[in-house]
């Protein structure tokens, strides 16, 4: 068989050597690679930034939230709530809670979310 072997591949040793098994044992230094890939660094609109204290008491006492995760906690409290309009589902009414983020209006446009938002992330020097 090795001779076959050899004809084929045409002496290759690489080809010739027997195949890794699928559970194969990694050298340390991979497995400590792969570990880091696992857990990028966030940055951009997934980092958590320091936050005021409307947006605070808004997502239950954290001082850190990122932008991403501040938009989503906000859509999911209109979404159990029921504050979009059923006539115009870009129109988003404000209850008190809402209020307190957005400077006091009444009702806000979907788009302006992130814009009411602003002001809330505290930038750190």
């Not at 696992?38 to 204290?53: H, N």
């Not at 006091?104 to 020097?125: C, Q, T, V, W, Y």
Request: proline share 6%; net charge positive.
């Amino acid at each position: 068989m090795a001779a076959a072997a050899a004809r084929v591949f045409r002496g290759c040793r690489f080809l010739m050597s027997p195949a890794a098994s699928a559970g194969g044992k990694r050298p340390a230094s991979a497995k400590v690679a792969m570990t880091e890939a696992a857990e990028p660094k966030k940055s951009g609109i997934l980092k958590p930034l320091p936050v005021s204290d409307a947006l605070r008491r808004f997502a239950g006492g954290t001082p850190e939230v990122s932008r991403a995760g501040a938009t989503k906690l906000i859509w999911d409290y209109i979404k159990a709530n029921g504050l979009q309009n059923p006539a115009n589902k870009k129109e988003i009414y404000c209850d008190e809670k809402l209020k307190s983020l957005f400077a006091g209006r009444d009702k806000i446009g979907m788009l302006e979310i992130a814009k009411l938002l602003s002001p809330h992330f505290i930038k750190a020097n």
